[in-house]
């Protein structure tokens, strides 16, 4: 299926997943996957780099939403990046803002963790 | 606008495709592109509680979607024959608790009553289920 990409990549220690094309149920388990993989590396530094994300269901929150306790009790986090308007409205609408640490840019994340280590 | 009717197996590879049907259709009954967007996640979130709640992945089954425009109101009845579940059963009430319990699933409830103007559920055991999504044009 072409419709939903995860890239992954590293950024200054972070692990990076750049998110493209259509998160819903049918692509959920995709991201899933590429999440799961990273906890079972231990890598529990994590931004989601949401430029390319063009449209996002309640499937695709609820990824989030399962993994983000098991990160954060080893001392990580989910950070989220670079959401268009549509996208940040549905997270805004559910009241994600509260939740999660959601940067303007990339960069701004992956800063946060690097000065979290120091 | 006349009434317009999609049927779709139950399957969520068909997801995209419900949404760019009701998007045309919202579109051509005068939406903006923010209202549309809402619309159409509203009728994906009522589709994927179907497809994993009523039907339990049971690609066999179908899903109607008919979209009958009245005046100022877009209204979208979506029609399947899954077993009954209680919608409200997946409503989450206070929204800062749940978010504080992480849980998962349940929140396209709450979605579709955010998103649109009005949701109604008929429930009719053994026969069929139908959500009565509406938005008016403003």
């Known amino acids: 299926m072409s419709d939903f990409k995860v890239l992954q990549r590293e950024n200054g220690g972070v692990s990076v997943l750049e998110l493209k094309g259509y998160l819903d149920a049918h692509t959920a388990p995709k991201l899933e996957d590429a999440i799961q993989g990273l906890i079972a590396a ?3 530094s994590i931004v989601v780099n949401c430029k390319d994300l063009s449209y996002i269901s309640s499937a695709g929150l609820g990824v989030f939403m399962a993994f983000i306790e098991d990160v954060r009790n080893h001392q990580g986090d989910i950070k989220l990046s670079n959401m268009t308007p549509k996208v940040y409205n549905v997270f805004d609408l559910l009241g994600f803002p509260l939740l999660y640490d959601i940067t303007k840019d990339e960069r701004d994340a992956v800063k946060k963790f690097v000065e979290k280590k120091k | 606008m006349k ?28 939406f903006a592109d923010e209202e549309i967007s ?52 997946l409503q989450t009430p206070d929204m800062k608790e749940y978010l504080a319990q992480y849980k998962k699933g349940g929140l396209g409830v709450y979605l579709m009553k955010t998103l649109m103007d ?15 999504l509406i938005k008016y044009l403003r």
Do not use: W
């Open chain 2, 3 to 30: 009434t317009r009717k999609l049927t779709i197996e139950s399957r969520t590879e068909q997801l995209i495709a419900v949404r760019e049907f009701v998007s045309a259709a919202a579109r051509d009954f005068g």
């Open chain 2, 118 to 132: 009005k949701v109604e559920y008929h429930i009719h055991p053994g026969e069929m289920n139908e959500v009565r």
């Open chain 2, 38 to 89: 809402k619309i159409a996640l509203a009728v994906d979130e009522a589709c994927t509680n179907i497809i994993k709640h009523g039907y339990q992945y049971d690609s066999s089954k179908t899903i109607t979607i008919t979209i009958k425009p009245d005046k100022e109101a877009f209204e979208v009845l979506i029609k399947d024959t899954g077993a009954r579940f209680n919608p409200e059963e």
């Open chain 1, 42 to 44: 231990q890598r529990y």
